[in-house]
């Protein structure tokens, strides 16, 4: 799960689709990480653990990272929130970057149509809650698409 900083929306992500692998019994690795390195170790957005907590999910423990080149090599899957974060993926990635590893998040639930995950950094606490919607949703949508497959 990839977004700008690694602090609003792929930590969001990171946290409900782990939760959601383990209720289905796969045994996918998931993480996040952000193309930008401005907060690197700190940890997620004050709204982004409140949201998640209100909805069972704890992710106070996650800190950001940025994305590197390896990466590449060591995922099957990168899936940027945002079609500026996947440009900036693109930069990191260099040779190893591969479009076929990195549909945008939302194409799982709106195939094609190339959608934003908002970016809710100078939002409100409700745009994180919509943000929350969004993710769990195209979540669902992720597990239903990949889930024979991959398990
Ligand atoms: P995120 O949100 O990419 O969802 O973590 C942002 C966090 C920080 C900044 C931009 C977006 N920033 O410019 O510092």
């Known amino acids: 799960m990839v977004c700008l900083g690694n602090i609003c929306r792929s930590p969001i ?5 782990q939760h959601k692998v383990k209720m289905a019994g796969l045994d996918w690795v998931v993480e996040s990480a952000g193309t930008y390195g401005f907060h690197e170790n700190e940890p997620p957005h004050v709204s982004s653990i409140k949201v998640c907590k209100e909805n069972g999910i704890d992710i106070h423990h996650q800190r950001a990272r940025k994305l590197k080149e390896s990466d590449f090599e060591n995922y099957d899957l990168l899936l940027p929130m945002a079609n500026d974060v996947l440009s900036g993926m693109q930069t990191i990635g260099g040779h190893s970057f591969s479009t076929e590893k990195c549909p945008l998040f939302l194409d799982a639930l709106f ?3 190339l959608k934003d995950v908002p970016d809710p950094y100078y939002g409100t606490y409700e745009d994180f809650e919509k943000v929350y919607q969004l993710i769990d949703k195209c979540c669902d949508a992720i597990l239903s698409k990949y889930g024979e497959q991959k398990k």
């Open 111 to 113: 195939p094609g149509m």
């Open 13 to 17: 992500a990171e946290g409900v689709m």
